[in-house]
């Protein structure tokens, strides 16, 4: 995905870059309103990570800026402020998520494909590799003849695995995408929902592959 | 809020002391009407009796040198014109009679213009008597002849009691004309209070601008004290919000720094006990940055409990908001957030606090609960009240006698294999089930959760499903 | 001591009855009855009797003593402050005004006094329960050839043409011995100038007085006289004499009220008011024979009916009187 970051604290920025990187995202990072309005301008996003305390603005009048233009690019709004606060309204402005710093990762990508699936966009919903077609906002897997609705693991691990088909992932990489930090799991829970959707794909002419010592990856046969 | 102590009421003393002033005035116009309607019934009755008189006098002759009196008809037939009257009559010269009843009490004389008048008694009633004097020449000399004429008083009388009740109606009215515009000047003395109380009352808690309506003299004071009292409140209010946004920034940023960082080593990291210390620092990061959130939340939260609005609030759209904004978290955890009966309520309140509520309870049944568990939320509306529940998959809460020690507080304990007492413990700052040990949080969640129900009138209920989990209810009962 | 306090009000009682000149008297009801309702009045047994029986009637074990003496009389009697009466009746409304203005007088209101017109009650205390009519009483035949006059001022020009006929023949009353003739010529002296016309004119034709109605009626009814003026109508209406006309003159007729009221010396005085209730309640009642209307019949009359009233003490007063007498006496004693 192509983020656009707007964020004036530097060293949380390069951060936040660095991280969403390891995912393999691309990201913009624009360090005030001025810049990120050059960036909307020139380029399209899949979603915009917005601070709203900034040296040249309220990341809010941006908001509204950016509705006015008929911009739609979700946007989620990132702050330091109390929850209780000044949420409300932002999402009033056009926000469709927030989220209170420091930032869980995982929760940002659950909530990146939560607010993706509520705008319903159809390019990122229905994923298809060989036979079996992959419904990310209502979570329905077509495999051969059967529509199977995939629980909320297998789901997730579904998704990153058919997100980039062939490619080799590895069980701490899963961990630390599909369970969050105060979960104590062991690599041996992504073992099980690798069986449970080895079941769901038998059959079909796709199959998870066990790339030994390295991790998994989806491919078709 | 404490009610003021009320102590009288400005428009009962203005309205009491101007019905004094009515009553007073009301009986003094009585007497003055029955007074002035006594002198002109008692004038007009002289004024008859006097020309009665003086038509006798008139009649006076002197013939074959003694005084005859050729008594007009009229001068009797007169006296008995509307009330029938009882008549009397003297004529004397100097003090022989020369005809008429001889007892007649003589008014005193030297009245102006030889009139005089007396009430008396006389042969068993009481009457009014008029006297007219006038010198007579006759053969034995000089004299005064003096005639009298009274009269009943059964006109007077009847006068009277009319004029009595007339100025019984005339006081009456007075007193009721008097009394509505006592009532008019009181409203109106008091309108300008009124007003100012209206314009004032009629603001939300949170609007502090200055009164700028015009106010009569008596009140610019007050006026000014209290634009001058909202405005040191408006700036407390603006900094302490002021500092509590700009804490939490300033302890987030930093710690969104670090996390981040932390995130980034940790994937680059292999060795298994290294990951395992990365991840701790990780969850050590997460529960100061949740502690410092859940603290400047309860310090907003009361701020803002402080000047609770009474908005009226959509509580099954706010539950759903709530549920779908959390739906993401709890997909990570890989929990189920199901909800059940979701039945249309309202109450008067503060939508952010009560969302904030909600939002912890939920936050609690994600994090308290073992994966790949449902969690169930209902909203019932019941005659008695209304009930929004969150009920998990989790360990439930944990018996009494856990935790150190308990206190007073609204929440109560639901059925009766529930723990007594548990609920009171659980939302105790900083109190945690013994049970949740590795989980992090700080145990803010329940009291922040508690301190909102209970100023929106209603009882955090804590209590254990049959299946074993623990079940949150937040009860609003109708009033 | 009571009983000597008894013993005199009833020595005095006794002298007072035996001071008066009684006319008539009748004991109406049984003698033994349990009380008795004392009556002075001036009018003739015969004409008052229904009144007294139809109450009597009604009201069982009561008496009723009925003593009839001249108007002079009454006054007499009644302003003595003794009289052992409970209800007097006169026709003579000027003393009975008096009585009642000088204190003489109980006041009496019931449902029935409220009722009455103004006219027929004074001041609570005089009650008239009868119009008389002043009349003229003539001979037919002596008015054969002129016709009956209907007015004084007809009769002033009959007799003025026929002196020789009426001189010696007319009568009326002398109003120095008869109150009620004495109220008739003073009421009739302020109503018109005519009644000193007639009066000079009866004067020149040798009028003859009278003390009674009764006695010029009878009088005119056998001839002794041929006008006989301002007879009593009442009495001559009821004698419905053969021979002569009763006439009520048609310029005006003077209307008296024949009253009665209670004396404050009344024993009986709740009695005497429940009897003078029932007199006054037949009297506005539905008998026309008992009605106070009875000798108005004809509505075609000017009628000056004399006020209950004051005015009435008037020519009571000494002066007054003396000044009438004299002045009447020149007008009808020419000699």
Known sequence: ?221 | MTAPVVQGSIRRRLLLLQLCASVLLAVLVYFLVQSVARQVAQQSQDNILTASALSVIDSARIVDGSVMVDLPYAALSMLDSITDERVFYAVRLGDELVTGYADLPRPPRGAARGSAQLSAEFLGEAVRIAAVTRPFATDLGRNVLEVSVAQTLSGQRQTLAWTSRLSLAVGAGFFALTVVLALLIARATIQPLDRLTASVSRRGPTDLRPVNAPVPQEMARLVTSLNGFMARLEASLNRSEDFIAEAAHRVRTPLAVVRTKAEIIQRHIHKPENRKAMTEMIEAIDESSRTAGQLLDHAMVSFRLDSLPRDRVDLQALMIDAVERIRPVAEIAGMRLAVGRSEPATILGDAILLQSAVRNLLDNAIKYSPAETRIEISLRQASDGIRLTVADGGPGFPPRGDTAQSSASNVQSGDNHAPPGASDVLTERFTRGSNAAGVVGSGLGLTIVQDVVTAHGGRLILDNTPGGGACACLFFPSS | MRLLVLSLVLSLAAQALAALEIEDRRLFGPPEAARQLRILSTTDIAIFAPRIESYLSLTPDLAIDYVVASSTEVMKVASAARAPFDLVISSAMDLQTKLANDGFVRRHSSEVTRDLPAWASWNDMVFAFSQEPAAIVVSDAAFADTGIPRSRQDLIDVLRRNPERFRGKVGTYDVRASGLGYLFATQESRVSETYWRLTEVMGGLGARLYCCSSEMIDAVAEGELLVAYNVLGSYALQRQDAGISIILPSDFTTIMLRTAVIPETATEPALAGDFLDHILAQAFGDDPSLSVDRWLSNSEMALSRINLGPGLLVYLDQLKRAAFDTEWTNAILQD
């Open chain 1, 1 to 221: 995905m192509r983020f656009l970051l707007i964020e004036d604290n530097v060293p949380l920025a390069g951060a936040v870059v660095d991280r969403l990187s390891l995912d393999g995202h691309v990201v913009d990072h624009a360090g005030d309103l001025e810049t990120a309005r050059d960036y909307v301008a020139t380029t399209s996003y899949d979603m915009i990570l917005l601070d709203i305390m900034l040296p040249d603005g309220d990341g809010s009048s941006f908001l509204t800026h950016l509705r006015l233009t008929e911009n739609r690019t979700p946007t989620i709004v990132l702050t330091a402020r109390s929850e209780v606060s000044d949420r409300i309204s932002l999402l009033d402005l056009g926000a469709d998520d927030y989220m209170v710093k420091p930032i869980d990762f995982a929760e940002l990508e659950a909530r990146c494909r939560a607010v993706l699936r509520r705008r319903g966009s159809s390019a990122s919903s229905v994923l298809s590799l060989g036979a079996i077609r992959f419904d990310a906002a209502s979570g329905v897997l077509h495999a051969g003849s059967e529509d199977i609705q995939l629980r909320t693991r297998e789901l997730r691990l579904f998704e990153v695995l058919i997100n980039a088909p062939g490619m080799i992932f590895s069980k701490p990489a899963l961990v630390d995408r599909l369970f969050s930090y105060d979960e104590d799991v062991s690599e041996n829970a992504i073992e099980v929902y690798v069986a449970r959707l080895r079941k769901h794909l038998a059959g079909s002419d796709v199959t998870i592959t066990t790339v030994r010592g390295l991790g998994y990856k989806l491919e078709q046969t």
